[in-house]
T-cell receptor
Framework: DSGVTQTPKHLITATGQRVTLRCSPR?????VYWYQQSLDQGLQFLIQYYNGEERAKGNILERFSAQQFPDLHSELNLSSLELGDSALYFC??????????????FGDGTRLSIL | GESVGLHLPTLSVQEGDNSIINCAYS??????FIWYKQESGKGPQFIID?????DKRQGQRVTVLLNKTVKHLSLQIAATQPGDSAVYFC????????????FGAGTRLAVHP
């Protein structure tokens, strides 16, 4: 058990809808990262937050947004969903900002299926 | 759960043998590397890491080797067990990237009794 909690485990919704994925980091970790994993593209970094502030952005679509709250949990919001958004979404956390590299610990993900 | 990376390269080994999983990374400036193990239906699990000022690091039954000259990373698993069956990913951290890990495509390890 990594200590990172993601909810829900599964989400099934339709095109055009909006969903929110939730992540609670490991106790003591200040950074939260979001990744997308699809069958044909592997693990893709989306965005990082550190202590409530956005730190780094990857290939995150404009339809997607995230935030980190004062209690350090994070939410990833996906809107105007398309079939291609079907994927596993992972949250990871680490102790610091990770400027010099440090382990990220992953939750078990949310499987999003768009019908 | 649904398998990740259905078309990943697969390494098949016999239980008890040693396994070597290879990874080529892309950026010569990358300064930190991690190996992850992902079992079906679960998130990536941290195995071992290494910084670019090292060539080798050992853990419990695992060793990571780093060859910066050819930008190559390998994970050696001693006495492979059925529980080692999973997809293995290497990831690199690029300087200034605030720990934005770039993941490789992954290798599936299949351990046969």
């Amino acid at each position: 058990d990594s200590g990172v909690t993601q909810t829900p485990k599964h989400l099934i919704t339709a095109t055009g809808q909006r969903v929110t994925l939730r992540c609670s980091p490991r106790s003591g970790d200040l950074s939260v990262y979001w990744y997308q994993q699809s069958l044909d593209q592997g693990l893709q970094f989306l965005i990082q937050y550190y202590n409530g502030e956005e730190r780094a952005k990857g290939n995150i679509l404009e339809r997607f947004s995230a935030q980190q709250f004062p209690d350090l949990h994070s939410e990833l919001n996906l809107s105007s969903l398309e079939l291609g958004d079907s994927a596993l979404y992972f949250c990871a956390s680490s102790e610091g900002q990770g400027a010099f590299g440090q382990p990220q610990h992953f939750g078990d993900g949310t499987r999003l299926s768009i019908l | 759960g649904e398998s990740v990376g259905l078309h990943l390269p697969t390494l098949s080994v016999q239980e008890g043998d040693n396994s070597i999983i290879n990874c080529a990374y892309s950026n010569s400036a990358s300064d930190y590397f991690i190996w992850y193990k992902q079992e079906s239906g679960k998130g990536p699990q941290f195995i071992i890491d290494i910084r670019s000022n090292m060539d080798k690091r050992q853990g419990q039954r695992v060793t990571v080797l780093l060859n910066k000259t050819v930008k190559h990373l390998s994970l050696q698993i001693a006495a492979t067990q059925p529980g080692d069956s999973a997809v293995y990913f290497c990831a690199e951290n690029r300087p200034g990237g605030y720990n934005k890990l770039i993941f490789g495509a992954g290798t599936r390890l299949a351990v046969h009794p």
